[in-house]
């Protein structure tokens, strides 16, 4: 909890109240062809391209992005900042996400700035839900507002451990790629081993100018905004991704290198984002 | 039937004239390459008229199939001895005879004799005639003349009667250029010895034995001269023909070798055998153990083995031959294993591996239903089972799995060697696989926990002794006594029986979680070690008959207990999770608790069918990750291998000591088909199919029987063992082929899914545009009796389509004693509904009254 905001916590609980209706979840991808959920009329071999849009920002050493099994495999090696996964092919009618995640590995390797903060290696769901005011040109971010709910490995860790955390965050972009932002809400959602599953979901509750997040059979956790949320947000940058946030690196060997590893499956979302079938 | 020579002559391509060459047999001399010592005496058979089989444990066996009269079958057995001279106390040291005879062939052979109506045994009468080459080389390289008996070259005919009035004649004669004349001088003949009796011990039998001396005299240098150092051939033909004997219901005994309808003609030496002496043809294969270390989801909070992820163990064991995985406790990462092991076949351009897993798509469901194996093997998986310990059979954290057994029989390369078979007189290479060359692989782990006597050696022990149970039951060949709660139908499958795999070796690899000795350490010490292998437990410590008698094969049981190299100790397994990049120099210190082991053929007073040459290899590899490295803010850098444990790799060869049976029209036969492996193509990834069959079909001699298994089998791939089979357990009635039977047997399936929708028929052939579904999705099969052929065939709108070749098989009477099998593979790209099936035919002779 050291990292987050404490006090927007504390708060978006008190403020929460108890949960409105919002709309139901339904299926929209289990990651096995075999047996999938939703049923479909054909079958796909490998990832759905009418579902899923590939993603990647920043560059990487290596990655694999592909069905493994009866699950999606998202892996990631990078230097530099960025993210990598799959966004949802019709993003703006997404206004809720769940799917059940492993973070199997994640570390963070090499020398550092020891007073840059830590390095943060996580597997999220994550989206650009609106934007907080009209106007902009459509590729600037500014004001995009985010909420993802994620494992997260630090580099603070304690060495050897295993140990991630389950958070949720809503941000505000401040500039046009959004690679700065304002932290609106967060909020520390416990503890959670390598590769151990977690069931998360996070939902846009327009109506109460909230997201609600919950990770597995936990209370929901309401994380309550302030700012204006009736226009559509610039990026539609909506889905599955293990993001890298690398420390300060000033000189010596080896370069840090940044790495994750995560499982998704059981992907739901609003009964309004329903794929076709 | 010689498999790896014939591999060997067609890598690079069919040689001409390879198809005329005469049949070989390996036969490696007594106290040549392996002397026999006053500390490991040889036996060696004595020419008393009595066959013991174990007489001749340092030779072959093969069997005497009687092609004109049927009858029960007999036993040949060849040895043959080396040197000049034996050293006393080194041969038959418990015997009269010692000490051995140098250099001299010994032929034994077990007959059986006739009875009357009543079923007592009568006397025996015959002619047994050998037929010698010297100079095999030379009739092999189509020398001019060498073709027909020469003057080097020997018959000798043993005419006998038994009984109180039984009289014995030997004769021999000598090559002429065109035929056989009598010998010149009694200095010409081979010292030959012929003896024959009707044992007490074996009444069913008559016993006949031959002592020959094999050092012709010939010049020193000549080309062929059976033991000269550069050649060491021998051409042989032998035809025991049975003379007809008042008061017998059936003239029995007949055969010869070579073992084919077709007996030795008398004036062309090319249809005699050939014996090289030397090793038999090796089959190697290799076996790989690890303990991977991939913890289960319901104990998130013990961290991995080791720094190996499902990528980094799968580089490390895509290109092994037979693998045993353990700890790879989630169904998902077991099929995300396979997956991506088969990926990185494809690109270094090698077939997929074959697998046994337990693999389902309930993503949730946890580690207490499965064993958390996986066994990997490129070559074909033939048969195969699960088998998890009894519930409760466990003590600890150990409960919170379901440890046990994972099968699979595997086709040994002799098994896929190519071989050239005649479809009316026209050379073709069959596309069957030969079941009789497989051996039984299982792979295991055992409880956990403390290596002192207490609740967790006691379970270990009675897991090891669930396993030898459970092994027993496979390798006599079913049935399952299935241990069902709560573990579904898997551990019931494979259904029914199977061929008999007692009379080979089998392996265990497995994580045995018991402290072992490293090296020449002795068993002191290792007190749980011994009680593991000995009695009650595995049972192997002790030595069968058939390796006292025998001198040349290996009696290794604990193959990874010395390994190869500078040192021979560092065969520790068990590892720290934390590891340096001076690992592999510790691991003599580090505990042994990863096996591979060995089962050997069952004890009898018999030969098994093969045997393991000498010459085993082990090593241990820790598998240390260099890019494993964490850093801590003080810059201290921790690293790991990819598991806690050490991967054991172990290579074998074995060889063949009894040569198999082939198909006899003079003899009763059962025909079985069955669906032995299925495998879902439909889609690059993802879990599983549904899978039943309402359809096993067979027709023979105007009879026709089809059996449905409707129960569903649910996984990726799966070994059902669906079956038909003519037999009087039928109802009704469905005959097996009736002695001299001429006709067809025609055999299909059809294979499906269970869907939420319409249930899927599966294609599971390669032709498509046929008229009818089944024609076009099921493999259809036809044995024809006449010629011993079996051929995958069009389909079955047309009774002519029985009869069109799609495919090649085999033929019967080239031996495939336990069967053939054969993959065949689906197309249909429109519904995507495609399988691959491995179907298996096997014509067998139904004993003899």
Redesign the interface.
Same mark, same amino acid.
């Given at each position: 909890m050291s990292t987050m905001n404490l006090k927007c916590a504390v708060l978006a609980l008190v403020l929460g109240g108890t949960a409105q209706a919002v709309e139901p979840m339904v299926p929209y991808d289990n990651f096995n062809p075999k047996e999938p959920n939703p049923s479909r009329a054909t079958t796909i071999h490998g990832i759905d391209p009418a579902r899923w849009v590939d993603t990647q920002t920043g560059t990487r050493l290596e990655s694999i992005r592909e069905l493994a099994f009866t699950r999606l495999r998202l892996m990631s090696r990078a230097e530099t900042a960025g993210s990598f996964g799959l966004l949802f092919s019709q993003a703006s009618a997404v206004t809720a996400i769940a799917a059940k995640v492993r973070l199997n590995n994640a570390r963070s390797t090499g020398s550092t700035d020891p007073a840059a903060p830590a390095a943060v290696n996580a597997a999220e769901l994550t989206g650009h839900f609106f934007n907080t005011r009209t106007g902009i040109p459509s590729k600037n971010q500014q004001d995009d507002v985010i909420a993802a709910i994620r494992t997260v490995s630090r580099s603070t860790d304690p060495m050897g451990s295993q140990n991630l955390r389950v958070e949720a965050v809503i941000e505000q972009c401040t500039n046009a790629a959004c690679s700065t932002r304002t932290q609106l809400f967060a909020a520390d959602l416990g503890g959670v081993h390598q590769g151990e599953l977690a069931a998360l979901r996070v939902q846009w509750d327009v109506a109460n100018h909230r997201f609600v997040f919950q990770r597995d059979t936990q209370p929901e956790v309401y994380g309550a905004y302030t700012v204006t949320d009736t226009h559509p947000p610039a990026s539609q940058f909506k889905g599955l991704v293990v993001t890298h946030n690398p420390p300060t690196y000033l000189s010596g060997t080896p370069v840090p290198v940044q790495y994750a590893n995560a499982y998704f499956h059981d992907v739901f979302v609003n009964e309004s984002a329903a794929p076709a079938p | 039937m010689q498999r790896v020579p014939l591999l060997l002559a067609l890598a690079s391509l069919i040689p001409t004239g390879a198809l005329a060459a005469p049949p070989v047999t390996q036969l490696l001399p007594q106290n040549g390459a392996n002397p026999c010592t006053f500390g490991v005496p040889c036996v060696q058979p004595m020419a008393d008229g009595a066959v013991a089989p174990l007489e001749y444990a340092d030779g072959k066996k093969f069997p005497m199939q009687d092609y004109v009269n049927g009858g029960p079958n007999g036993d040949l057995f060849l040895y043959v001895s080396d040197t000049a001279s034996y050293a006393s106390n080194v041969c038959n040291v418990a015997g009269p005879q010692n000490p051995c005879h140098p250099q001299s062939l010994f032929i034994g052979m077990r007959l059986a004799r006739p009875k009357n109506a009543s079923g007592t045994f009568l006397s025996s009468s015959g002619i047994v005639t050998l037929w010698l080459d010297a100079k095999r080389n030379e009739t092999l390289g189509l020398a001019v003349g060498a073709n027909v008996p020469r003057s080097e070259d020997r018959r000798i005919s043993f005419r006998y009667t038994t009984g109180p009035t039984g009289t014995t004649g030997l004769t021999q004669d000598k090559g002429n250029g065109t035929g056989w004349s009598a010998l010149a001088a009694a200095g010409e003949a081979w010292a030959t010895t012929a003896v024959v009796t009707t044992p007490a011990s074996d009444p069913g039998h008559v016993h006949i034995e031959f002592e020959i001396k094999l050092a012709p005299g010939l010049p020193v240098g000549a080309a062929s001269e059976p033991l000269s150092s550069t050649v060491r051939k021998l051409g042989l033909g032998i035809l025991h023909m049975p003379l007809a004997t008042g008061g017998t219901t059936q003239t029995v005994g007949g055969g010869g070798l070579p073992n084919a309808p077709m007996p030795p003609d008398d004036l062309l030496t090319a249809t005699w055998e050939t014996l090289e002496f030397k090793a038999p043809a090796p089959i190697p294969l290799s076996f790989t153990m690890w303990n991977v270390g991939q913890?289960p989801?319901v104990t998130?909070?013990v961290? *991995?083995g080791g720094s190996g #992820? @499902?990528?980094t163990v799968a580089q490390q064991i895509f290109n092994k031959e037979v693998v045993c995985l353990s700890e790879v406790w989630m169904?998902?990462e077991? =099929? #995300?294993l @396979?997956?991506?092991v088969n990926l990185l076949r494809i690109k270094a351009n090698m077939m997929p591996m074959q697998h046994v897993a337990e %693999?389902n798509?309930d993503? %949730?469901q946890p580690s207490i239903f499965s064993t958390g194996l996986v066994l990997l093997s490129s070559r074909q998986i033939l048969e195969a089972g699960v088998h998890h310990f009894p519930f409760g059979m466990c003590t600890g954290s150990d409960c919170a799995q379901a440890k046990g057994v994972l099968w699979a029989r595997i086709a040994t390369p002799a098994a896929t060697a190519p071989v050239v078979i005649l479809d009316h007189d026209t050379p073709r290479i069959a596309a069957g696989t030969d079941y009789a060359e497989f051996v039984d692989v299982f792979c295991t782990h055992v409880n956990a926990g403390a290596n002192t006597s207490g609740e967790d050696t006691s379970v270990r022990e009675q897991q090891f002794a669930d396993i030898q149970s459970y092994v027993q039951q496979v390798r006599q060949g079913g049935p399952l006594t299935a241990n069902l709660f709560p573990f579904e139908i898997k551990d019931a499958v494979p259904a029914g029986t199977w061929p008999s795999g007692l009379d080979r070796p089998a392996f265990l690899l497995g994580d045995l979680n018991t402290l072992g000795p490293k090296g020449t350490q002795t068993d002191v010490g290792f007190a749980h070690y011994t009680d593991m292998v000995g009695p009650g437990r595995f049972n192997i410590s002790g030595l069968s008959q058939f390796e006292q008698a025998n001198s040349q094969f290996s009696e290794t049981r604990d193959l990874a207990r010395l390994v190869t190299g500078a040192d021979p100790q560092a065969a520790g397994t068990w590892l720290s999770p934390i590891c340096a990049n001076t690992v592999e120099s510790e691991l003599g210190a580090k505990d042994r608790i990863d096996y591979v082991l060995v089962f050997p053929p069952q004890d009898t007073a018999d030969f098994p069918a093969f045997a393991l040459l000498n010459g085993s290899t082990a090593s241990v590899n820790p598998q240390f990750d260099p890019l494993s490295?964490?850093? *801590?803010?003080e810059g201290?850098i921790?690293q790991q291998c990819l598991s806690d444990h050490a991967m054991v790799d172990v290579t074998v060869k074995l060889a063949r000591v009894k040569d198999v049976l082939k198909y006899n029209p003079m003899k009763k036969h059962r025909v079985e088909y069955a669906v032995k492996q299925v495998i *879902?193509l439909?889609? /690059?990834? =993802? +879990? +599983?199919?549904d899978w039943y069959t309402p359809r096993v079909m067979m027709s023979a001699n105007g009879a026709t029987r089809t059996n449905a298994f409707m129960e569903f089998i649910e996984d /990726?791939t799966i070994y059902p063992n669906w079956s038909v089979h003519t037999g009087p357990d039928n109802f009704p009635l469905f005959p097996d082929l009736p002695v001299g039977f001429s006709g067809a047997v025609n055999m299909t399936s059809a294979l499906w899914e269970d869907d939420?929708g319409p249930d899927d028929h599966y294609d599971s052939i390669p032709e498509s545009n046929a008229l009818m579904e089944m024609d076009n999705k099921d493999a259809h099969f036809t044995f024809f009796a006449n010629s011993g052929l079996l051929r995958r065939v069009k389909g079955e709108l047309l009774a002519n389509d029985w009869i069109t070749e799609v495919e090649l098989l085999g033929n019967f009477n080239d031996g495939y004693e336990h069967g053939i099998t054969v993959e065949t593979r689906g197309q249909d790209a429109v519904t *995507?509904n495609i399988a691959r099936v491995r179907h298996y035919i096997n014509v067998k002779e139904v004993e003899s009254p």
């Open positions: - | 913890m989801d998130a909070w961290p *991995d #992820e @499902i990528d169904s998902y077991r =099929g #995300e @396979i997956e991506k %693999l798509d993503l %949730l490295g964490s850093v *801590d803010s201290n921790t *879902d439909e889609t /690059q990834s =993802g +879990c +599983c199919a /990726q939420y *995507d």
